[in-house]
């Protein structure tokens, strides 16, 4: 069976060409299990916790009351620990019984009839992340449950996934591709191969969406450290987001335990500059109303959105004391000549970085200027011409985010 599985793979590598779902036209939008709840089994002493349909249905109904659904978070995403240790006696995955009473398909019609879409987690190797069962000798079979069981969206991590796991990850594209569902591919493999990953434009083809730096945590450090990662834009990874595929720098944790009011609005402004995929891990049950609206934020939500697809690029610096430095960011507009902007201060230090910078300074070159709009707020700054200066405090950890349109 498994040399059978294995001879398959090899024969199918070549054809596979790309993926072809029309999906996820912008990043992809939603909410995802796994930072916030992890691999929480304890369902006996932690019932409103625990990873189970209960909590799932929860989360999907507070997205369709709360206007989450609404400001286009539609997927709803399973992560790691949903399955039975074992598949059955056919070899098809199942769901834990205890926690998943009625199966996915009877999760996916319930997500389904709150207008919201369901997502799950397989992995390419032979156990997941956390050792539940593995899709390495079983590809096809298990594209097909996904399918039968009307899923939306694939998340395939590669835990164990060996070296011939982006083979396993073509594979999967093609039998996704066979169900005719559209399900939107989500790869991790960039992330598990590391800093010798350079095939951007294979995965570009492959897959809708990415991940390739290191797991979100629930703190700021980790933040930071993935925006600098994409500061760094190696080999130009930014230039591979765009309609259809999009790199993916982990969860949003929003409304979780550990940032300041500034640093949510530098991870959600951040990741919306990124033309990131926006999935929210948190729990929306009682998240507090400040974290809800700041994720309701159409201004922002429409920079992450912009039908162009570009993703912003690091193009200014300077260090704001030896605690840290300030960057500055632009992420070109579907409408001509428009950008957003974004100056992010990475510094600790207390006391604001002051800041005098010009749009000719971000590389922009309108010779009339332009009208600058602040986002957060909504706030109209003015018109500015292109060298003249801006004049502003950034606190620490916050962002300032701005679309500015020509003059
Ligand atoms: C990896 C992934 C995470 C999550 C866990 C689940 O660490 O990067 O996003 O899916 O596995 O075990």
Known sequence: MAFQSVLIMLFLAPVVSCLDNGLAL????????WERFRCNLDCKNDPENCISEKLIMEMADRMEKDGYRDAGYTYISLDDCWMSTKRDSQGILQPDKDRFPHGIKYLADYVHSKGLKLGIYLDMGLETCKGFPGSKFSIQRDALSLKEWGIDMLKMDCCEGGSDMVTGYEVMGFYLNQTGRRIAFSCSYPACIGDMFSDYAGVAKLCNSWRNAIDITDS?????????????????????????HWNDPDEMIVGDYSLSDGQER??????????????????????????????????????????????????????????????????????????????LNGSAYGMPAPINITLNDLGLNNEGGYNITETFEGKFLGPYKLREPILLKIHAHDTFLATVVPL
């Open 26 to 33: 912008t990043p992809p939008m939603g909410w995802m299990q």
């Open 220 to 244: 700021w450090e980790r933040v930071y450290e993935v925006m600098k990662f994409y500061s760094k834009d190696v080999y130009s990874f930014s230039k591979f987001a765009g309609p259809g």
């Open 266 to 343: 530098s991870q959600f402004g951040m990741w919306a500059m990124f033309a990131a995929p926006l999935f929210m891990s948190v729990d929306l049950r009682n998240i507090k109303s400040s974290s809800r609206n700041l994720l309701l934020n159409k201004r922002v939500i429409d920079i992450n959105q912009d039908p162009l697809g570009a993703q912003a690029t690091n193009v200014w610096q300077r260090p704001w004391t030896d605690q840290g430095v300030v960057t500055g960011w632009v992420k070109p507009l579907m409408k001509k000549g428009s950008y957003a902007i974004a100056l």
